[in-house]
């Protein structure tokens, strides 16, 4: 079979699982499984399949026609090269160990057969996006992910936290694929195609009239797809779905599809010095902000989803630095182990009974409950904190490397400013995210209190899983040096001056973290211990299966805030507004979602009152028109013959008088 067949066939197989698994879900719920989980899992293997036939070597392109359209057709067109190859074995991947951990995670689901074909019919769009050639066939993919986003957030529609956030999510999405979709179709009118070949033909023919617009309207599609400053606030939102939507979501399909669409067209953006100004401002603000806020959060899902904003900013920022090696890299690295952080989260959550942290801050031994998830999310937290040989120390140590190389001139792609805003901000921000990682780990498992509630022991099908994803976790890291030929054949290893500087900034976090809550902790040791009953009225149902436990945490209140939290005393006054996002809903809600309301209350008003008006009054005066002819019609001979003579006789006295007159 020619790679080219097997490529085609990587897409296509989730696809078709997801349409059967529609078709069958109710007549025979038997297949729902194995129809959600094998063509995920042949699509995984036929993209590392096809990852080695490429080789890291030529691009694997082909194409044909799929209509003519005039001047720009559009086309089914394949565009391998060595990012799409990796990337797209990190979809499938991914994608399997959520559809396996689902099974044992929504077990007892009645939605589980849509929810099972809506992954899979996500994950079959991503894939779209990996392989496509074509930016409108790219397009579709792009879209459908953003409808089955929708679908999956709101998967507990009984809940309004599930209903208001698929509906933001999709909403704010859209806000940015407006600009993304112009700006697509001015790129296309400037290179004569939509093809990726013919655009970066284009780009190197100097044949492009407008880059810095293309850029920036493009630039706005991406901050709403994967979540950068000022289109990011969807994210947090997002997590009343599923945990295992959140895992699929964070780690390798809708927010990394606009840092893999900016990569593939970085010579676009390379042409205009002010969109790489303008994309590395805003991967340091997502940055640094997203980390802070990560700190202040009670939502140990939250907490996660800060942090998947946060390292967004960091393949963003390569990116602006001019080096999509070093982004997805880290794409490929973060994927890995943030799906294994949310996958051990939603076994956190199923044995606390709650997802905030200040009440499993309040229980113990839930390291002895769960020893797999407490193990296996030790190394993702230790891959988050990029501290080495984990698998984040060496993506993130790309990226701060081609941003000292942008910054002292080594490199000319971008201007020296932006290298040195990603250069401090990326420091900056791994000294937060090691703090918040710390905490997390802390809070969650050395809480101090009540036993922590038994809900059994998690099905074989989500302990698994974390152990295959703690595998890259761990050692993706070290295959750096071999890696070479797939990412424009230039290395990303590590720099002494990065590494220790990095790596020293991290350790700080984590041990000052460490340190200010031992000193709080031994302060609230002397108080007296929460009662049982203090923290139950906090936790799930404790014989309920993961999802339902997940389901029901979302609208059961939080405790008080925890005293031993050192996150409280590490922001100081930052902490009540980096709890809340920095207002920045708030102020969206007053500069764009009230008069936004207020114009649409308007237009109401004006339709209902004016418009309206007139059609009512059309309406009435030919009831009264029809009321007077009606009282004309008597059924009277003798009226009708008067009123005859009556008439004649006014028209012989007009004639007569004008007849006078003349």
Not at 467 to 489: H, I, N
Request: hydrophobic share 55%; with cysteine; aromatic share 8%.
């Amino acid at each position: 079979m020619t790679t080219t067949t097997l490529a085609v066939l990587v897409p296509l197989l989730p696809f078709l699982g997801s349409a059967a698994g529609l078709l069958l879900g109710r007549t025979a719920p038997g297949f729902v499984r194995p129809l959600a989980v094998l063509p995920t899992l042949a699509a995984a293997v036929l993209a590392a399949l096809v990852a080695v036939r490429q080789g890291g070597g030529e691009t694997i392109e082909a194409a044909t026609q799929l209509t003519p359209t005039g001047s720009v057709s559009i086309d089914l067109a394949l565009y391998i090269d060595g990012f799409a190859a990796l990337v797209a074995v990190l979809v499938g991947v991914v994608a399997t160990c959520v559809q396996v951990y689902s099974t044992g995670y929504l077990r007892d689901d009645p939605r589980y057969p849509s929810y099972a074909a809506l992954v899979s019919l996500f994950t079959s769009a991503m894939l779209l996006v990996v392989y496509s050639g074509d930016l409108m066939v790219l397009l579709v993919g792009w879209e459908i992910m953003g409808i089955c986003s929708y679908f999956l957030v709101g998967h507990y529609w009984e809940t309004p936290e599930a209903r208001a956030a698929s509906l933001k999510a999709f909403l704010v999405t859209k806000l940015g694929d407006v600009p993304f979709l112009i700006g697509l179709f001015a790129l296309a009118t400037d290179a004569g195609t939509f093809r990726i070949d013919g655009i970066l033909d284009a780009v190197e023919r100097g044949a492009l009239d407008h880059p810095t617009l293309i850029a920036l309207l493009l630039l706005a599609g991406v901050a709403g797809k994967s979540a950068q400053f000022p289109l990011h606030t969807w994210l947090p939102d997002a997590m009343a779905g599923p945990t295992p939507v959140s895992a699929l979501i964070h780690a390798a399909t809708m927010v990394a599809a606009g840092i893999y669409f900016v990569a593939r067209l970085l010579p676009v953006f390379a042409l205009s010095a002010a969109a790489m100004t303008v994309l590395a401002v805003m991967a340091a603000v997502t940055m640094v902000g997203s980390a802070l806020a990560a700190l202040a959060q009670d939502d140990i899902k939250r907490v996660l989803a800060y942090s998947t904003i946060g390292q967004l900013g960091y393949m963003a920022g390569a990116l602006a630095v001019g080096d999509r090696g070093a982004a997805v890299f880290h794409l490929l690295a973060h994927g890995a182990f943030k799906a294994l952080l949310f996958l051990a989260a939603g076994a956190v959550i199923h044995a606390a009974g709650t997802n905030s942290l200040s009440a499993m801050s309040r229980m113990s031994g839930l390291t002895k409950r769960i020893p797999d998830a407490y193990w296996t999310m030790t190394v993702a937290l230790l891959a988050l904190a990029a501290l080495p040989p984990f698998t984040g120390f060496f993506s993130k140590e790309a990226v701060l490397v081609a941003a000292e190389h942008t910054a002292l001139g080594d490199r000319t792609v971008a201007p020296a400013g932006a290298g040195w805003t990603v250069l401090v901000a990326g420091l900056l921000t791994a000294l937060l995210t090691a703090a918040y990682a710390m905490r997390l780990w802390l809070l969650a498992f050395r809480g101090r209190g009540a036993e922590v509630p038994d809900h059994g022991r998690q099905p074989l099908a989500m302990t698994a899983v974390l152990w295959v994803l703690a595998v890259p976790s761990l050692g993706f890291g070290l295959t750096v040096t071999y890696l070479d030929d797939w990412f424009d054949s230039h290395a990303l290893t590590p720099t002494v001056t990065t590494a220790v500087l990095g790596t020293g900034i991290a350790l700080v976090g984590a041990v000052v973290t460490y340190a200010v809550w031992r000193t709080l902790a031994t302060k609230a040791g002397k108080a007296p211990a929460p009662a049982r009953e203090a923290v139950a009225a906090h936790v799930a149902h404790p014989d309920a299966e993961a999802g339902q436990v997940e389901a029901e945490a979302l609208h059961l209140p939080h405790p008080a805030e925890d005293p031993t939290d050192p996150g409280r005393a590490l922001l100081g006054p930052l902490h009540r507004p980096a709890a809340a996002g920095f207002h920045l809903d708030a102020l969206y809600a007053a500069v764009f979602v009230r008069p936004v309301l207020a114009a649409a209350s308007l237009v109401r008003f004006l339709d209902r009152e004016v418009v309206d008006t007139y059609v009512r009054g059309a309406g009435t005066g030919t009831q009264w028109l029809g009321w007077l002819v009606r009282r004309a019609q008597t059924g009277n001979v003798q009226t009708y013959l008067s009123a005859l003579l009556a008439g004649s006789v006014v028209l012989a006295i007009a004639a007569v008088l004008v007849a006078a007159g003349a």
